[in-house]
C-alpha cells in the first residue's frame, strides 16, 4: 500500500501502526544498532510505481525502516514523500547487480553503488527479521 507522508495525517498513522506494527523504541533501536538504511538510489521500479517517482531525470532515493512486522520503504520525489507499507508476508527480497524489492504487484530496483553496500549490515537485519518473523508459523 502506497500512502502519501508528506504531511502528517493519524489515519494513515493507525494504518501503518496496523499493518507492521508501532515504530520500534528509543532503546530497541539502539540495541538493533539502527532501524534505518542510509538512502539508496532507485535504478528502476514497476510500471504501476513511475507515477511517484520524478519525471525528469533527477535521481530517485529510497530509505527503509524496519518495523517488528514488517518495512516502510520511504521515497522521495521533489518536496513530496511517499510510503510503501510492506509486511514481511508479502515481502520478496531479490539480490541481482544490486537488490529488488518485490511485494504487492510493484517491485522497486536499487543500484548496485557505495550506498548499497554501505546497507549490507541493514539488509542482514531485515532478513534475520523476516526470518524471525516467518518462524513464528511454521508448520513443521
Do not use: C
Not at 495525517?9 to 544498532?33: A, C, T, W, Y
Not at 539480490?95 to 553503488?113: D, V
Request: hydrophobic content about 35%; aromatic content about 12%.
Amino acid at each position: 500500500m502506497l500512502l502519501d507522508t508528506t504531511h502528517s495525517n493519524k489515519e494513515h498513522d493507525k494504518l501503518i501502526n496496523d499493518l507492521v506494527g508501532k515504530p520500534f523504541s528509543f532503546l530497541q533501536s539502539l540495541r538493533m544498532k539502527g532501524i534505518g538504511s542510509k538512502r539508496m538510489i532507485i535504478e528502476d521500479v514497476s510500471p504501476n510505481m513511475t507515477l511517484y517517482l520524478n519525471t525528469v531525470s533527477d535521481v530517485n532515493y529510497a530509505n527503509l525502516e524496519l518495523r517488528p512486522i514488517g518495512i516502510l520503504v520511504l521515497i522521495n520525489k521533489g518536496l513530496k514523500n511517499y510510503t510503501w507499507v510492506i509486511p514481511y508476508y508479502q515481502l520478496v527480497i531479490y539480490k541481482t547487480n544490486g537488490s529488488s524489492i518485490h511485494a504487492q504487484g510493484r517491485f522497486i530496483h536499487f543500484r548496485n553503488n557505495k550506498t548499497f553496500k554501505e546497507n549490507k549490515s541493514f539488509f542482514d537485519k531485515l532478513l534475520d527479521l523476516k526470518i524471525q518473523y516467518q518462524s513464528q508459523y511454521s508448520f513443521l
